[in-house]
């Protein structure tokens, strides 16, 4: 049995709790945390720094480390949409 | 391509782990993952496992999971059951101690 979100199924699954690290698209200041909140155009993501911030989803390029070790890079805008419609299908956009 | 019920289910369980990691130093966080949580259950129709059905309170979400956001006490006035008070919203939730020799 499948346990645990595999990179194709990122898209549903859910994020609070893994570590990513945020490149914005512009180029700019890059972040390292792990997820703790989310909404429907933002991330709110736990610095290693200690800060908590959000970053809007459309400006950013993510890349999410799943429990077992991969990574996952994913754009921003693929992700929008609040994390219980997220679940029921949205795309098949990868 | 998975069920949504499926990953519905182990998106709940991931939720109730994070709560219960980051419950002691910011049970806000841990409050908003119960109530994604509670969230993601009725949007898919799936119920919370068992073992995490009694960490919160089903009224506002608030994990038990630190000292000082529950109360329980014992009473055997009618049958013998076990009374959990939500000390954040004043939810009362009690439970039937059938089997009084192994709880």
Do not use: Q
């Not at chain 1, 155009?41 to 989803?57: A, S, T």
């Not at chain 2, 956001?69 to 059951?81: D, I």
């Amino acid at each position: 049995m499948v346990k645990g979100p595999t990179a194709k199924s990122i898209l549903r699954h859910e994020f609070l709790g893994l570590r990513v690290r945020a490149e914005p698209r512009g180029g700019g200041m890059v972040h390292e945390g792990e997820v703790v909140g989310e909404t429907r155009n933002m991330l709110r993501i736990l610095r290693d720094d200690g800060r908590i911030i959000m970053l809007p989803k459309n400006s950013y390029t993510f890349i999410f480390t799943l429990p077992r070790g991969e990574k996952v890079k994913v754009e921003g805008w693929a992700i929008i949409g609040r994390p219980e419609e997220r679940l029921k299908k949205r795309y098949r956009r990868w | 391509m998975p069920d949504i019920r499926r990953i519905a289910v182990e998106r709940v369980a991931r939720l109730m782990e994070f709560a219960e990691r980051h419950a002691s130093e910011r049970p806000e966080l841990a409050r908003d993952a119960v109530l994604l949580a509670m969230r993601i259950a009725r949007k898919a129709r799936v119920r919370i496992p068992y073992r995490y059905r009694r960490l919160f309170c089903r009224k506002c979400g608030t994990p038990f999971l630190t000292p000082g956001s529950l109360r329980v006490r014992v009473r055997a006035r009618r049958s013998t059951h076990v009374v959990i008070t939500c000390l954040r919203c004043g939810y009362v939730k009690r439970i039937p101690a059938l089997r009084e020799k192994t709880k």
